[in-house]
């Protein structure tokens, strides 16, 4: 009787032990590959922040941005965002040179993320132009509120704790974190993954788990902390909820293969469509946006005259803390 129980484990036990083997492999390809992105990630940072001057054009230094990031063996996991002043988020150059620059008393965003295969790390940061006494120490608050949130990072952490210790040295410098942006997890393929990291303590927050990734990202705003939508867009996502659609022109089905063969669910530019369609890229985009097959992330800005800083670094949670990837 023994004997045949054994005999009837045997497949289980097989199939348990690859499964497990499996796994292993899995996740140290994982862990391999936001090493790789974050070492890009870094050097990418060094590389961009000499050519932030005055003066300076956004379109070629976003061009210039990524292609770096290419180079140094990378993919881009969204378009570079540069975002000036108000503007929070989600501004990336159009198609065409809008002749965008850097103005004396300026604050600038750098947002950018990198991905290995699926697997994304995202960091942000910010630069002054200003001697504005009341913006002197805008940049420092997102900076001091990263490493806070950074030092209570553990396992089983409700991420609403942190967003009270954002919510409290954001606020201790005179500034106001932006309800509506945060931290957030990222999963495989997906910037924004389903747990939360809030800038507020009242907003609601999530359970980190070891071997989960974070992008910690705060915002400190000398309005009132809250964006809306402009009406601008120059980033794109698919939509992977959207069934099947009647399309009409040629080139939307296009840009659809496209985009399902080369971006997947991250997002992207129309401006980096526009170097493998010569013609259609807007009126295509239109029709799949109009049909559900895209989604569009507008251009986020706060009050007009108010000014917004940004830092961002995403980490990998660990048995006893959190190690920074960025």
């Known amino acids: 009787m023994t004997a045949n129980n054994n005999l009837k484990n045997q497949p289980a036990k097989k199939i348990n032990k690859e499964e497990a083997e499996k796994t292993e492999e899995e996740e140290k390809n994982k862990i391999e590959s936001l090493k790789k992105a974050g070492a890009i990630a870094k050097e990418a940072k060094l590389f961009i922040k000499p050519e932030i001057k005055i003066g300076t054009n956004i379109f070629n230094l976003i061009e210039k941005a990524e292609a770096k990031i290419v180079d140094l063996g990378g993919n881009c996991a969204f378009p570079i965002n540069v975002s000036i002043n108000n503007i929070a988020a989600h501004y990336t150059s159009p198609i065409k040179d809008d002749e965008l620059t850097i103005n004396d008393g300026d604050i600038v965003k750098i947002d950018l993320g990198v991905h290995i295969d699926g697997y994304i790390v995202d960091t942000a940061f910010s630069v002054t132009f200003s001697d504005d006494p009341a913006l002197e120490n805008i940049i420092q608050a997102t900076e001091v509120a990263l490493e806070a949130s950074k030092m209570m990072v553990k396992p089983k952490i409700n991420t609403r704790e942190m967003g009270k210790k954002i919510e409290e040295i954001v606020k201790g410098f005179k500034y106001n974190p932006i309800k509506e942006l945060g931290g957030h ?12 990291l809030p800038e507020l303590g009242t907003q609601g927050g999530d359970i980190m788990e070891a071997g989960e990734v974070y992008a910690i990202e705060i915002f400190a705003s000398t309005g009132e902390g809250t964006i809306h ?31 399902n063969k080369n971006y997947k669910t991250l997002p ?58 960025t």
């Open 268 to 325: 992207f530019a129309e401006r980096w469509l526009a170097k493998d369609f010569r013609l259609g890229v807007v009126f295509g985009l239109q029709e799949l946006v109009q049909q559900g097959k895209i989604k569009a992330h507008y251009v986020l800005a706060e009050q007009k005259g108010e000014f917004v800083a940004q830092s961002e670094e995403t980490i990998l949670i660990t048995e006893d803390g959190c190690e920074q990837l």
């Open 229 to 259: 939508n402009t009406n601008y867009s120059y980033i794109y996502e698919l939509n992977p909820y959207a069934g099947r659609v009647p399309l009409r022109r040629k080139t939307s089905k296009q840009i659809l293969g496209h985009i």
């Open 185 to 196: 997890q990222i999963e495989r393929w997906t910037v924004h993954g389903k747990k939360q």
